[in-house]
């Protein structure tokens, strides 16, 4: 009998699973879409009539779930009846790095994969083909395969057969519906070349086949660690950099753009930064790094890792850049913090520059107002750990001893009257039209804006009489005392 694709499951409905199964539904009007979550909150938030509240901010996002949803692309906490329907199966569970046990703080935890595994091998029925979306180490398709291999061992189950395929995503959060739209590449790892010509088909739909690669499976899980490593890499070479370029009085955008018209070096992900975040760099880097040291290949763990210890290390260096223009102490300063997210566009805020930034603030004693369009207060105090200054009572004080500085959390920009220095840690495109002539006439003077991000009007905070301290600007780093 030949094997038909109808049904196509995905569990995990995070910033991976909802947006690449809502555009596959989108992409494939015949086939019928189940995205499956154990989390009942965000099953109901992606299925609330009101598209503004769905669990993640995507651009496009809402208008391909209007489109879709409740017609081929169903949310769904009914798990069981998800993988008994499925042709095809997406993994896109979290898969953190683990904090405690063998491979600490560098391997990936595969409890949430290996639950699914043992789910897929306890519900699926006749033939399934289950595809890794997930990051995850190497190797890990042989540890699903065992364990669906160990249902198909049990009489009962007999009838159960399973292929495993690894398809890598590549989207980048703020742009992952144009990245799944049109995608540099669609790579697709595994033996059974029937199940990766099935899957690739479901590609076509609207990939070029010429973009579709298909690889051996270990290949597939490398090509995605690697992807992120050297993309990772390059914001570490240019925030590195940028750190040069302020002691000599070179300017790092102007270092990028030189460097990125060599064609060989190219222009795209040059720009300096706060230090990236999101969840993959780190996650995929100390992958990386745990398997080189697991095949005792020591320099090269040495080597990835490097680039990990520069991004904290540039990250710190924000934080003490802001304490040292504001005379050695921020203690008591209102400090004003301009996005809380990885970076613009998504509200999410996993590694963010922005966590580690705001924390040494506030360690400092500063008084720190954090604005972010799309990430919610109560985010924030999960990703701080530190509770919102409620008034008359600072609630922090047994956190961290003496000097705790503390934060709120605004949802506008009317936050300017009486701060000392305002810092910019995602580009968001609103912060670009900030009128700094306006904003410099509440501030304390001498006023700062630290912008960590390049995008503030030079010429409007200068004419303000403000100081700007702009990353990796060399010839920005003056006072101007006589304010
Ligand atoms: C990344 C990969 O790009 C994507 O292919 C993979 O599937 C998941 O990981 P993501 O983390 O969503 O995507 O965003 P990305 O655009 O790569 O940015 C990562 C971090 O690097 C952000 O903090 C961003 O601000 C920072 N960055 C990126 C810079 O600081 N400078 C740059 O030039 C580019
Ligand atoms: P990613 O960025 O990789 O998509 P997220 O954390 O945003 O990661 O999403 C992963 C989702 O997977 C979460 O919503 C989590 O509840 C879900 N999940 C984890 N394990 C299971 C499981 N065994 N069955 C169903 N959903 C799961």
Known sequence: MVFKIKNISCIGAGFVGGPTMSVMASKCNDLFFHVVDINDERIDAWNNEDLSRLPIFEPGLKEIIENTRNKNLLFTTNIKAAIESADIIFISVNTPTKTRGIGAGKSSDLKWVEACARQVAEFSKGHTIIVEKSTLPVRTAEVIQKILNSATSDLENAKKSFSVLSNPEFLAEGTAIRDLENPDRVLIGGEDKSAMLLLSQIYEN????????????????????????????????????????????????????????????????????????????????????????????????????????????????????????????????????????????????????????????????????????????LQIEKDLQIKQFSSGKNENIDYLNNNIGNWQFSNNLNIFDDAHAVLVLTEWEEYKYIEWDKVAKRMVKPAWIFDARSIVNIDLVKKSGLNLWSLGDGSQQGTKDEI
Request: glycine content about 6%.
């Open 206 to 377: 609207w990939v070029p086949k010429e973009k579709i690669l298909f690889t051996n499976i270990w290949s597939s899980e490398l090509a995605k660690l690697t992807s992120n490593a050297f993309l990772a890499q390059r914001v570490s070479s240019i925030n590195s950099i940028s750190a040069i370029c302020e002691v000599t009085g070179a300017n790092v955008r102007e270092v990028s753009r030189a460097i990125g018209k060599d064609s060989r070096i190219g222009s795209k992900f040059l720009d300096s930064g706060p230090g990236f975040g999101g969840s993959c760099f780190k996650k995929d880097i100390l992958n990386l790094v745990y398997l080189a040291e697991y095949f005792g290949l020591k320099e090269v763990a040495k080597f990835w890792e490097e680039v990990v210890n520069i991004n904290n290390w540039h990250q710190k260096r924000i934080a003490q850049i802001v304490v040292q223009k504001l005379f050695g102490t921020i203690s008591s300063k209102k400090i004003i913090i301009l996005g809380f997210a990885f970076k613009a566009n998504t509200n999410d805020t996993r590694e963010s520059a922005a966590i580690r930034i705001c924390k040494d603030l506030i360690y400092e004693g500063a008084e720190l107002i954090i604005h972010d369009p799309k990430v919610s207060m």
